[in-house]
Nanobody, 113 residues
């Protein structure tokens, strides 16, 4: 059974940083593309960043320069380093295996003073 376990969310002050982790387990195949999405209250879920098995990345415009996605293929884990967080970054952040359209349960990120 495929599982995605996210961690690293929490409350941070404006200008602060957080590092989210997402560990995948239960696959019988090699994962190609993993990504992070977010959903703020009252808004649609949106892409933050994705990373391919070869390390290629794609970022949403709002994430460029503030967010870095990385991956440990051996541990089937993907990370999201977020810097200079602002209140508008407040959302539930979801990890996804794009190959099979499989979502994690989400982790809350709240940016507030």
């Amino acid at each position: 059974q495929v599982q995605l376990v996210e961690s690293g969310g929490g409350l941070v002050q404006p200008g602060g940083s957080l590092r989210l982790s997402c560990a995948a387990s239960g696959m019988f195949f090699s994962i190609n593309v993993m990504g992070w999405y977010r959903q703020a209250p009252g808004k649609q879920r949106e892409l933050v960043a994705i990373i391919g098995s070869g390390g290629s990345t794609n970022y949403a415009d709002f994430a460029k320069g503030r967010v870095t996605i990385s991956r440990d293929k051996a541990r089937n884990t993907v990370f999201l380093q977020m810097d200079n967080l602002q209140p508008e970054d407040t959302a539930v952040y979801y990890c996804k295996i794009l190959d099979i359209n499989f979502w994690g349960q989400g982790t809350q990120v709240t940016v507030s003073s």
